[in-house]
C-alpha cells in the first residue's frame, strides 16, 4: 500500500555524492605546542625581568648612607694634624697631609675650571651621573675590546672617595651612581665641586688643593698661576704616576690636555693657553727640618689630647715655636756638642727657651731624636744641684736676710749631714751675695735652715715647680730631682719680676675649616714673689755671671742673670738663666746616670746656653735688665762691716792655726 501524499514511514536515501564535488576532511585536533610555548616565552621573560630586578636591587644591598652633609668633610679620612709655628708657617704635618680648608669663591676662575675640564666638562649639566658620558665610554670600550674610556663625573669621584671601597665592581658602579645622584639633590654644584678640591688626592700623601699647592709651589690656592693649576688637575688623574717632583714630563703632557679642554670649554683663551703652556713653573723647594722638632710636636700631641680628649680627625695645632730659633739653637748645641761632648763623656744635652709670656720658643730634647726619642727638657727629672740655691737664696729675702749680709764659710753639721763645698776649702766671713756668687754649699746649707725648707719648698711650688719635695736639709743643695722645664719656668719668676711663668707650647687649636676649638686664654699672671726681692734675685745673679761661677755664660751686649749647678760625682750639670727678655735652661748628663769628666755646670752647660742664648737674641736690641747692677757698690757702712767681719774671721783662723 502506497501513501498518496509521497510520505511514508522509510527514511529516503541520500543523495549521491557527485565525482567532481570537494572532499571535505573531518576536522582534527587542536596541538597546544604554540600555546605553551607562548607561555613558556612569557613566563622566561617575567621571570628573567623578576630576577634582573632582584639582581639590580640586590647590588644596592649593603649601600651605605650618604654621611649628613656636616660630616661630609670628615668622611672616610684618615687622622692627621698639622703644626704650625708662631708665624702661622707649617712645621709638620703627622699623618696623611690634608690642606687646610679652601673656599671656591676664593679662588680665581681659571683654578676650578682647570679640574672641571680634567675631570668633567659637563659637570654644571648632569644630575651626579652624565648618561651621555656613560653611553660614549661603553660604546668606545665596546669598539675597542677593551677599556679606553671612563665616565665618572666629579660628583662620583667624590663619593668613591668619602664613602664607598676603591674596588672595581658593578656593584660598586652602581652605588656611586645613585649616591652621587642623591648628592646632587643636597648640595649646589659649587658646594660638591668645593668639597671635592678639597678631599681630592694629589699624591705623595696630599690630600686637598690646599696642601698639594703649598707642597708643589708654596703657595695659597688663591695665588695659582694657570700654568700651575692646570698642572696640579693632571694629579687626580695618576697622582702617583703624574707626581710632579718625579714626572714632570708626564704632567706637561697632559697638561696639554687640560689646556686645550679649557679652551674647547671656553674657559681660556688660546694666548693664554699659549702662555701657559710656555711657563717656566719652578717647584718649591720641599723644606728641610730639623729631627729636633720631633721632640716638640711629641710634646704638643701629648698637650693636645690633654686638652682635647676627644680630637677630630681633622687638626691644625698653632704652636708657640719660633722656627727660626728653634734651627739656630739646635744647630749651636749640636756644634758645642760635638766640639767637646765627647772628650768629658757628656752623652746627651737638653734645652729650653721661654719668653716672660711663657711661649716656649725652642727645645732641645736630646741630640737625636731618630734613635731616642725621649724629652730630656721634659720628660727627664735629675738632681739640679746648686742650681736650686737660688730659691734657698730667694727665700732667705723674704726672710729680712739681706746679701750684704755676713755669714761664715766655715765646715758645718747639720743633723749629721755635712756639706762640703766644691773646692774643699773655707772662704771665712763672706757676704751672702759673694756666696751665691762662688756657690759656697756651707752657707746656702745654712741659709736654708734660717729661711727655713718648707718655706723653701713652698716658693718653689709657687713659681711653678710641680714636685714633691721633702724638708731634708740636702735640698739646699739641689739633692732632690726637677725636671729642666719646671726648673726654668721658675728661673722665669725673677726675670718678670716676680710674676709666675706658666709656660706651654699649644696657643690655638682649630679643624682644618678654620673651626676654633682651643686657643690660648689671656689671664693676669699671678704675683709669687715681690719686685724688690726679684731685682736682688737678679742682682745677685748677675753677679754669677759677671765675675762668678757662670762667667761662660756671658753674652755679648746682653746682660744675663743665672746659676750654675752640678750634681754628685759630675752626673748633671746645670746653667739656668736669662735676659730681660727670654729664660732658658741647659742640662747635660748621660742617660744611663754614669759621671762626666768633671764637667760643672759653669763648663760645658755655660757655654751651651752662651751659644743658644746669642743665637735666641739675633736680631733683638740689648735691653736693660733690671736689677742687674743694683750690687755695684756698697755702702760705706756695709764695706765697714764686711771688712770688719772678714777681719775678726782672719784673726780667728790664725789663732787656730797656732
Do not use: C
Amino acid at each position: 500500500m502506497t501513501a498518496s501524499n509521497g510520505k511514508s514511514g522509510l527514511k529516503k536515501a541520500p543523495p549521491k555524492r557527485r565525482s567532481d564535488a570537494p572532499v571535505k576532511a573531518p576536522p582534527r585536533k587542536k596541538r597546544p605546542i604554540l600555546k605553551w610555548s607562548l607561555i613558556s616565552v612569557a613566563a622566561l621573560t617575567i621571570l628573567g625581568s623578576v630576577s634582573a630586578y632582584l639582581y639590580w636591587q640586590s647590588l644596592y644591598r649593603g649601600m651605605p648612607n650618604l654621611p649628613a652633609t656636616a660630616e661630609l668633610w670628615e668622611a672616610n679620612r684618615e687622622a692627621a694634624i698639622e703644626f704650625l709655628d708662631v708665624n702661622g708657617d707649617t712645621i709638620a704635618i703627622r699623618g696623611p697631609r690634608y690642606g687646610r680648608a679652601i673656599n671656591i669663591d676664593e679662588l680665581p676662575p681659571h683654578v676650578p675650571r682647570a679640574f672641571i675640564a680634567a675631570e668633567d666638562k659637563r659637570f654644571y649639566l648632569h644630575d651626579g651621573a652624565d648618561t651621555q658620558a656613560m653611553a660614549r665610554a661603553a660604546w668606545s670600550n665596546f669598539t675597542s675590546g677593551r677599556t679606553v674610556s671612563g665616565a665618572s663625573t666629579l660628583t662620583q669621584q667624590l663619593v668613591k672617595n668619602l664613602v664607598l671601597s676603591p674596588e672595581q665592581t658593578l656593584k660598586r658602579k652602581v652605588q656611586e651612581i645613585r649616591l652621587a645622584r642623591r648628592l646632587e639633590e643636597r648640595l649646589s654644584k659649587n658646594e660638591i665641586l668645593e668639597l671635592y678640591l678639597n678631599r681630592v688626592y694629589f699624591g705623595s700623601g696630599f690630600y686637598g688643593l690646599g696642601a698639594a699647592s703649598r707642597f708643589y709651589f708654596g703657595k695659597e690656592p688663591k695665588d695659582l698661576t694657570l700654568a700651575e693649576a692646570s698642572l696640579l688637575a693632571t694629579l687626580p688623574k695618576a697622582p702617583s704616576r703624574l707626581a710632579l717632583d718625579d714626572n714632570m714630563a708626564g704632567a706637561k703632557d697632559r697638561q696639554t690636555y687640560v689646556l686645550n679642554q679649557m679652551l674647547d670649554a671656553g674657559f681660556v683663551t688660546p694666548e693664554s693657553v699659549r702662555i701657559a703652556l710656555a711657563a717656566d713653573v719652578t717647584l718649591a723647594p720641599e723644606p728641610i727640618r730639623d729631627p729636633q722638632f720631633g721632640f716638640i710636636l711629641d710634646a704638643a700631641t701629648e698637650r693636645a689630647n690633654d686638652l682635647l680628649p676627644e680630637l677630630p680627625d681633622d687638626l691644625v695645632v698653632t704652636l708657640t715655636v719660633d722656627t727660626k730659633m728653634q734651627t739656630a739653637i739646635s744647630a749651636a748645641i749640636d756644634a758645642r756638642m760635638e766640639s767637646e761632648a765627647e772628650a768629658v763623656n757628656a752623652g746627651q744635652a737638653a734645652a729650653i727657651v721661654m719668653n716672660k709670656d711663657g711661649h716656649v720658643l725652642a727645645l732641645y730634647g736630646g741630640r737625636d731624636y731618630t734613635e731616642n726619642q725621649f724629652n730630656r727638657a721634659i720628660q727627664a727629672k735629675r738632681q739640679p744641684g746648686s742650681a736650686f740655691k737660688a730659691f734657698v737664696f730667694a727665700s732667705a729675702l723674704e726672710q729680712d736676710i739681706s746679701p750684704y749680709d755676713v755669714r761664715v764659710d766655715q765646715p758645718v753639721t747639720i743633723e749629721e749631714w755635712t756639706p762640703k763645698n766644691f773646692s774643699r776649702a773655707h772662704m771665712g766671713p763672706v757676704t751672702v751675695a759673694e756666696s751665691l756668687r762662688d756657690s759656697l754649699n756651707t752657707i746656702a746649707a745654712l741659709l736654708g735652715q734660717e729661711a727655713g725648707l718648707d718655706n723653701v719648698i713652698s716658693l718653689t711650688k709657687k713659681m711653678g715647680i710641680d714636685e714633691d719635695f721633702q724638708p731634708f736639709p740636702s735640698i739646699t743643695l739641689g739633692s732632690q730631682e726637677v725636671s729642666l722645664w719646671d726648673i726654668t719656668r721658675a728661673y722665669g719668676s725673677f726675670m718678670t719680676g716676680g710674676t709666675r711663668v706658666d709656660p706651654y707650647l699649644i696657643q690655638k687649636i682649630e679643624t682644618s675649616r678654620g673651626e676654633v676649638l682651643y686657643e690660648r686664654p689671656e689671664y693676669d699672671r699671678p704675683r709669687v714673689y715681690s719686685r724688690e726681692n726679684a731685682e736682688t734675685m737678679t742682682a745677685m745673679m748677675a753677679d754669677v755671671v759677671r765675675s762668678g761661677t757662670g762667667r761662660a755664660a756671658a753674652i755679648k751686649g746682653w746682660p744675663v742673670a743665672g746659676k750654675t749647678g752640678t750634681s754628685q760625682s759630675f752626673r748633671d750639670a746645670w746653667f739656668v738663666g736669662y735676659s730681660a727678655e727670654l729664660v732658658a735652661g741647659v742640662w747635660t748628663g748621660n742617660d744611663d746616670d754614669t759621671a762626666m769628666k768633671g764637667v760643672t755646670g759653669g763648663g760645658l752647660p755655660a757655654r751651651v746656653w752662651a751659644d743658644l742664648m746669642t743665637a735666641a737674641h739675633e736680631g733683638r736690641s740689648p735691653a736693660i735688665l733690671r736689677g742687674a747692677d743694683k750690687l755695684t757698690e756698697l755702702t760705706p757702712d756695709q764695706q765697714a762691716r764686711v771688712g770688719y767681719y772678714r777681719d775678726l774671721g782672719m784673726a780667728f783662723a790664725g789663732i787656730a792655726g797656732n
